[in-house]
């Protein structure tokens, strides 16, 4: 009962109000072939200890000496320990969401310098706390543009994140709003002349991502003519915050919607991560989440306090901004730690190696017969390599030899076969990137 707290009798009345007659009949969405049928061929029995010692061997089994070149919106980059340190004090694992600004005056002060920080790195006026991560805080946005606009139809770049668009199309799809899709062209970046036939009157916004799911930078500028010349408005997804260490922020959007993963939270099997949502000053009362503010108290001492949305804006149903009422506060403060450790001067120098060490590995890659870029538009940490065969058997190929390859983009573009995603961090040396070459010149000069 140590696990199972419910008694046989207590959990055949709840499945009984359910209608069900086993608690295997909770699990019948998920297909038969995927279920458990028996129990799990472990050693036996093992004390706890033992059983805690088991697993970990088993997960250095799966992680001891694999070169990983995945990104496509999860990034691996350099840590520091004391950003793990930090984060581990009592005052901030345990801190109550924070109404009671008398009492949370240290949480208030870490959301309002991790707001104050995305409105330097995005060149925005105002930021808010943070949203639950990258795909909702776009989903989010497009929804505010929508309040601001009135208007109900989005065109959105086929270069955004595919699950950020599925997340997207899970927000419109019952709340009447239109997505058309625009095609990229041959360098990668949106196609500005299908943009421009697209946008109407009837256009809230435009949606792209820069750097794209393809690595590529977009011409933010002119997309920003094209959307404000119809009164629609830009709103910019951005998957690798380090890129903004050498891009130009993308200050022409109305609204930016990022995910922060990259500034100090590990890959953790995709989560948890935290979102961030940053526009101009004048859309503030539209903007979803949580927002400190600086104030001063009785004695005209600087202070904190929530302010514009207070808790009983997120239980207002229909008349609510919107239902988001929490925010990733421990992994915005992880964020913020990061940043203040790296400064503006060690943020430049980590997106310069990744630019540095992105651009030695095409090049050592387009060395090898067969193997091409696929886009011409100018990357940052993430480039699209063309192979002469399939992506996903040079990519069984490599993982015997411990390589991580590109991600196969045949799976979101049927288009796009035989093209693979590939990312190259600061956590990379240099002799991993020839190692990559190597095998993979190996690979493809082997007869299938």
């Known amino acids: 009962m140590r696990y199972l707290p419910k008694s046989p009798s207590e959990r055949r009345e709840m499945l009984a109000a359910l209608g069900l007659r086993s608690s295997e009949d909770l699990f019948t969405s998920i297909p038969a072939a995927c279920r458990l049928k028996g129990p799990l061929h472990l050693p036996g029995p ?22 990983c070149f995945l990104g496509a919106g999860v990034y691996n980059h350099l840590r520091s320990v004391v950003t793990d340190t930090l984060i581990q004090r009592g005052e901030f694992l345990t801190s109550y969401t924070p109404y009671q600004a008398e009492i949370s005056q240290g949480t208030l002060q870490a959301i309002f310098e991790f707001q104050t920080l995305m409105c330097q790195l995005t060149g925005q006026e105002v930021a808010n706390a943070s949203m639950w991560d990258g795909s909702t805080a776009l989903a989010e946005a497009v929804l505010m543009a929508e309040r601001l606009t009135g208007r109900h ?11 950020y668009r599925q ?17 990229f062209a041959a360098s990668g970046q949106l196609d500005a002349e299908a ?10 916004a435009v949606v792209v991502q820069s750097p794209n799911f393809f690595g590529v930078l977009e011409q933010l500028p002119q997309l920003a003519e094209i959307a404000h010349a119809k009164e629609a408005l830009l709103v910019v997804a951005i998957t ?14 109305d609204i930016v919607a990022m995910e922060g993963q990259s500034f100090g939270l590990p890959p953790s099997y995709g989560g948890p991560f935290v979102g961030v949502i940053a526009t101009r000053e004048k859309f503030v009362r539209q903007m979803p989440g949580r927002l400190a503010g600086q104030t001063s108290d009785h004695d005209g001492r600087r202070g904190f306090c929530l302010t514009l949305a207070t808790r009983e804006q997120h239980i207002r149903r229909e008349k609510a901004t919107s239902n988001i009422c929490t925010n990733q506060a421990l992994c915005a403060l992880v964020a913020s730690i990061h940043l203040c450790l790296l400064g503006k001067e060690g943020l430049r120098e980590l997106a310069e ?4 060490k992105a651009r030695f590995a095409a090049t050592e890659l387009e060395k090898i017969p067969g193997v091409r870029r696929a886009f011409s538009g100018p990357t940052f940490n993430e480039f699209v390599i063309e192979l002469p065969r399939s992506v996903k058997m040079v990519n069984d190929a490599l993982l015997r030899e411990k390589i991580i390859g590109p991600l196969p983009l045949g799976s979101f573009y049927p288009e796009l076969t035989k093209r693979g995603l590939l990312c190259v961090t600061e956590t990379l040396p240099r002799s991993e990137i020839e190692r990559l070459a190597a095998t993979l010149r190996r690979i493809l000069s082997t007869p299938v």
């Open 46 to 67: 093992l004390s706890e200890m033992e059983i805690i010692d088991y697993f970990r061997a088993r997960a250095e089994e799966n992680s001891r000496g694999y070169t």
């Open 153 to 163: 139809r989005v065109a959105v770049a086929s270069s955004v994140h595919p699950e």
């Open 167 to 183: 997340v997207l199309a899970t927000y419109a799809h019952n709340l009447g709003l239109r997505l058309d899709e625009l095609a």
């Open 195 to 204: 943009l421009r036939a697209s946008v109407s009157a009837e256009t809230a």
């Open 240 to 253: 690798e915050g380090v890129s903004l260490g050498v891009v130009r922020p993308p200050a022409e959007a």
């Open 353 to 356: 190696q990744n630019l540095a």
